[in-house]
């Protein structure tokens, strides 16, 4: 049988694999989403670990259906029936694409390896399955610059909600998640924090940012450089000892985020410098209640969202870097990341410190965030300020407490 050709992974076969790790970061849109929703599983066989993946991320509510990759649909249907009756009820194996409807998620099981043109195609074929609001996700080589690599690059320019680098993949892809009509702002509500195979698994309850892993590396290679140019010298040490707090320093925990739907969480560790009621005329009119946070070297720097919503606008202010305890520090250079939410507007300042001078920003505009998810984080010592709609929210900490990122409760929903 002849399969459509947007089902076919574009480009000539070659030794691509989808591990657990790609697979779990291909299916995350669909496992994040917690109202009942359908899915759309392309170009999968019996093997495919992102089959396994999307299985796993079914709900009681939640439909699948797969289209299988050459070959007949049947060793998939057997497949599927192997699975018991709760995964027969919710999977169905489709034996065109054309027998499919349209999904909330729609995954490409594999890789695309084609060239540009092939890929234009291919992702055009398969945003027609797509829901209002939908994601398609989709993944390339990462180091197949030119075709495939090069448009998907493309799309997730003019589309995208997220790009995830899997470097733990044979070979390291990059994963892109793609909508193509506006969201509602309610479904942020809906959603638990993505997954992020940015943040590298040390044990189960703790986590490194990609960007600690590959600060240590940097310092181990300089060690190991020092020792093999003056192999007399002491001074590769230095380098090497430095490499474990380095890393340490972007440690990224699990946080058990509150399950109240009127709580507003914290965005980053530390301690609450100021609460207070102001006016801004970059975010309207409107009265702004303002808590700013202070995080020390110590602290944890990855930021999380403390509200569920969709990302409006982004901007970067440019100035000082004044020490973030200082008032001062309220003219230093800031990342505002701009929520739109069922309860108003919210905003998000990611500000430099003395010593910071590197903020991070993983949430494109476009992009649905959950309350608590990770979106970005600041280097070294550094502030942040959450500002709700003062009349909307009434703040439950004061300065001189401390709080968690993600977990902490500092304002209500009124």
């Known amino acids: 049988m002849t399969q459509s050709p947007a089902v076919r992974t574009p480009g000539p076969p070659g030794p691509v694999r989808v591990g657990e790790r790609a697979a779990r970061t291909l299916v995350a849109e669909l496992a994040r989403r917690n109202d009942p929703k359908a899915g759309l599983l392309v170009g999968a066989t019996p093997e495919s670990a ?103 690059d493309r799309q997730g320019l003019l589309n995208g909600v997220r790009t995830d680098l899997v470097l733990r993949n044979s070979p390291p892809v990059r994963v892109h998640h793609l909508r193509f009509t506006p969201a509602a702002v309610a479904l942020a509500a809906q959603l638990s924090p993505a997954y992020r195979p940015s943040s590298v698994p040390i044990t189960r309850s703790m986590h490194i940012d990609s960007n600690g892993v590959a600060a240590a590396g940097i310092s181990l290679g300089l060690a190991a450089l020092a020792r093999v140019t003056r192999p007399k010298s002491k001074l590769w040490l230095l380098p090497a000892l430095a490499a474990a707090p380095v890393a340490a320093f972007f440690r990224d925990p699990e946080r058990d985020v509150p399950e109240d739907p009127a709580a507003v969480v914290a965005a980053a560790d530390g301690q609450v410098l100021s609460v207070q ?14 808590i700013a946070v202070f995080l020390s070297v110590l602290d944890v720097h990855v930021n999380r969202s403390p509200v569920a919503g969709k990302v409006v606008d982004y901007f970067v202010a440019d100035g000082g870097f004044v020490n973030a305890m200082k008032p001062d520090a309220e003219h230093n250079v800031a990342a505002y990341t701009v929520l739109d939410t069922e309860h108003g507007t919210v905003v998000v300042a990611q500000r430099t410190g003395l010593i910071a001078r590197r903020i991070v920003q993983r949430a494109p505009v476009g992009a649905l965030l959950a309350r608590g998810e990770r979106f970005g984080l600041i280097r070294f010592g550094s502030r942040t300020d959450v500002y709700l709609p003062a009349d909307a929210a009434e703040p439950l900490v004061g300065p001189g407490d401390k709080v968690v990122g993600g977990s902490s409760v500092i304002a209500r929903w009124n």
Do not use: M
């Open 50 to 152: 992102v089959l396994a993946a999307a299985i796993d991320a079914l709900l009681p509510g939640d439909r699948l259906t797969v289209v299988p990759a050459e070959g007949s649909a049947a060793a998939l249907r057997e497949h599927v029936a192997a699975q018991g009756p709760w995964v027969a009820d919710r999977v169905r194996v489709a034996d065109t694409l054309a027998g499919a409807d349209a999904a909330e998620v729609v995954i490409a099981a594999e890789p695309f390896t084609g060239t540009a043109a092939e890929t234009r195609a291919a992702v055009d074929g398969l945003s027609k399955y797509l829901a209002e609001g939908a994601v398609l996700s989709v993944a390339a080589p990462l180091f197949r610059t030119e075709g495939a690599g090069a448009e998907l």
């Open 277 to 290: 009621r102001l006016h801004d005329e970059r975010f309207g009119d409107d009265e702004w209640l303002r």
